[in-house]
């Protein structure tokens, strides 16, 4: 049963293979904080088990979710919502043909308020446990890196930062389970912890790619400081949006 009967209600996102190639812009609709359902307009065939989902929007660049998809589409009858830009699309010319699913921009964007049948596949994700489980903040500033197969300083750009690991992006490609070490906070005060990359993260920009690292052996004064830093940035992120 499905609990909404408008795309006004819905959402526009883009999915991203678990490889982080971009699959297709989508609508969606948050149907609890773990369940999600994807709107196609035409029956969506070759979709993959696993999948991520990146919300529009400039504030979420990088941030995406994994949704592990049901096998079977549901059919319901939706009322059309009026044109709207997507603009959440990734920034490349150099995506495959997706005919099958990038038709549906266009039919959703019909300028009539008008019903028609649209094919809805859920979505479940665990992603939303671990981003509570490890509160994180959203931030933007470079570093250093080193990683333990080349001592040589690698600069990065760390997108956000939480008690359990950090994310940054590259335009260089690494793997899952690379060990490294970074730099967090300032110069005048710096924190060099040990890190490994768990998984790699689709980013809306052509050329460059995201990295999921969680901390090892982090020790109590390091891990407080990180807890402290980021409870702090938060407070101020609060402050700044209601100012």
């Known amino acids: 049963m499905i609990a909404f009967t408008s795309l006004q209600d819905a959402e526009n996102g883009s999915l991203f293979y678990m490889d982080c190639r971009f699959l297709s812009p989508v609508r969606y609709f948050c149907e609890s904080p773990d369940t999600v359902c994807l709107i196609f307009s035409e029956k969506p065939t070759g979709l993959p ?11 979420y660049d990088y941030r995406a979710f994994i949704y592990t998809l049901s096998p079977d589409a549901e059919v319901c009858r939706l009322r059309s919502a009026p044109a709207e830009n997507q603009s959440g699309r990734p920034e490349t010319d150099g995506c495959a043909d997706h005919s099958a699913f990038s038709k549906d921009s266009a039919h959703m964007q019909g300028s009539e308020s008008s019903e028609k049948e649209y094919y809805i596949v859920r979505g479940v994700t665990d992603d939303i446990q671990e981003v509570r489980k490890n509160f994180r903040v959203y931030v933007s500033f470079r570093t250093s890196v080193y990683f333990d197969y080349d001592p040589k300083e ?35 005060n710096p924190l060099l912890v ?32 990180i807890r402290n830093y980021v409870f702090h940035t938060e407070v101020l992120q609060v402050k700044a949006k209601e100012s």
């Open 49 to 59: 088990e696993r999948i991520f989902l990146m919300p529009d929007g400039r504030q």
């Open 154 to 188: 690698v600069l990065v750009t760390i997108k956000d930062i939480g008690c359990g690991g950090f994310l940054f992006v590259s335009d260089k490609k690494y793997q899952p389970g690379e060990t490294l070490s970074v730099v967090l906070f300032d110069s005048r």
């Open 194 to 225: 040990k890190a490994r990359i768990r998984k790699l993260r689709p980013v809306r920009k052509e050329g460059r790619y995201g990295y999921g690292c969680e901390y090892i052996d982090l020790n109590p004064q390091a891990e407080a400081r």
